[in-house]
């Protein structure tokens, strides 16, 4: 493969660099910047028909399909099911006639990823896929294909073709909301003029690396950590803690912040510190009523959020990672990166293999 890590110390770096510019690439894709509207794509089936919207989906495209079910319920009103596919493709789930299936996977060859596509194909309904790899397995079974235009992903961690399947479900949740009437036209423009600022926000993100690389400092002294967020940062918080598991090998926990108080609030002492991704948003508050809680039983928090969420939230962090204030609809797919940066930073510094980690594939083609 003609790919090189250029000025990079590894691809992860790199690729995590290359987000700005492939997000904006997604994105133009599917959006009519200049007019603020969603781009007339083909879809394999019709938004304003369908009842549901069944996604499947391993690791990473996963996690962000659960961002695009936050978003496609919200904006759209389409109920959506999402189910990792190793559990999928057995649960044998009942597919109404009118509903469609959507697949997630940066390689199109994920084996479980397929078995689900292959189950729905069964099912009768029509199947479509978010890919980077147009000329996959997954691509070629599908009726119809959303592509992300990350370019190659080299690092077994996926970054870029995250930020790329999130750009494309915003997009996709543009689509189903115009043929569902659940957004006006004013409302499409201002969401569409939000999206084009992405690239602009993601750049701004990457130049927190100097205070990521202290939290990562901080976290390379320990051997769990708890990832806290609600709504579309609860997701963000699995994805973090996942990444920390891949890259750096530390035990790292993601919850709804909101359950902290039926289980993990138990193992909150001073060795663990309590990561919370919470922009200034609608339940911000709540949040903050979850990091109070941890605070007052000696936990050390972290907290990633944005310039008025750093002056509101009245309490003691051991570090606040502080983000442009950005609107809630693209916030997931900026956040994505410090939660990136701050697993990658941290495994450089415990001098882990960063784009091979032990025991993991880019691509899992067996069962
Ligand atoms: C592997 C990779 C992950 C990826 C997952 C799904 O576990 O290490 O980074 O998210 O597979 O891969 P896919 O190609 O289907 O997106």
């Given amino acids: 493969l003609l790919v090189d890590k250029g000025n990079h110390r590894h ?6 660099h290359e ?3 492939v997000i904006s690439h997604t994105l133009a894709h599917y959006l009519n910047f200049a007019e603020g509207t969603v781009a007339d ?14 996604i499947s989906a391993c690791g990473t495209a996963y ?20 189910d990792i596919a190793s559990e999928f493709r057995y649960r044998e789930m009942p597919l109404p006639k009118n509903s469609a299936a959507l697949f997630i996977s940066q390689s199109g060859e994920t084996a479980d990823t397929l078995a689900s596509l292959r189950y729905c194909r069964g099912e009768g309904v029509p199947i479509s896929a978010i890919v980077n790899v147009r000329e996959s397995t997954i691509a070629r079974e599908s009726d119809g294909i959303f592509p992300t235009l990350a370019g190659p992903e080299i690092g077994v961690a996926s970054t870029k073709a995250f930020t790329c399947q999130l750009s494309v479900l915003a997009a996709l949740t543009l689509r189903a909301a115009k043929a569902r009437g659940t957004i006006s036209a004013e409302e499409e423009q201002s969401l569409v003029r939000q999206l084009s600022e992405a690239p602009r926000f993601a750049s701004q993100a990457l130049k927190l690396s100097s205070g990521i690389e202290k939290v990562a400092r901080e976290l390379s002294h320990v051997r769990h950590v708890l990832y806290l967020g609600r709504d579309t940062n609860y997701p963000l918080a699995l994805e973090g803690a996942l990444k920390l598991k891949e890259i750096s090998y530390i035990h790292a926990e993601g919850y709804a912040a909101g359950e902290l108080k039926h289980g993990p609030i138990a193992l909150i002492d001073e060795q663990m510190p309590v990561i919370v991704i919470a922009p200034h948003d609608r339940i911000f508050e709540k949040t903050v009523s979850n990091m ?11 907290l990633i959020t ?17 983000l442009p204030d950005v609107p809630e609809f693209v916030a997931p797919i900026i956040y994505a ?3 990136q940066m701050l697993a ?4 450089v510094i415990m001098g882990t293999d960063v784009d091979q980690p032990r025991n993991l594939a880019k691509s899992v083609t067996v069962e």
């Fill in 11 to 16: 691809f992860m770096e790199k690729e995590i």
């Fill in 292 to 302: 109070q809680e941890v605070a007052a039983r000696g936990g050390r928090i972290i």
């Fill in 344 to 347: 990658y930073h941290t495994a």
């Fill in 337 to 339: 990166l410090p939660v």
């Fill in 41 to 54: 794509f083909d879809l394999p089936f019709d938004f304003g028909k369908i009842e549901r919207l069944a």
């Fill in 306 to 322: 944005d310039e008025k969420g750093a002056k509101n939230a009245t309490l003691d962090t051991l570090e606040t990672v502080v």
């Fill in 19 to 21: 987000q700005p510019e």
């Fill in 63 to 82: 996690l962000a399909g659960l961002i695009g079910k936050y978003w496609l319920e919200r904006y759209a009103r389409l109920p959506v099911d999402i």
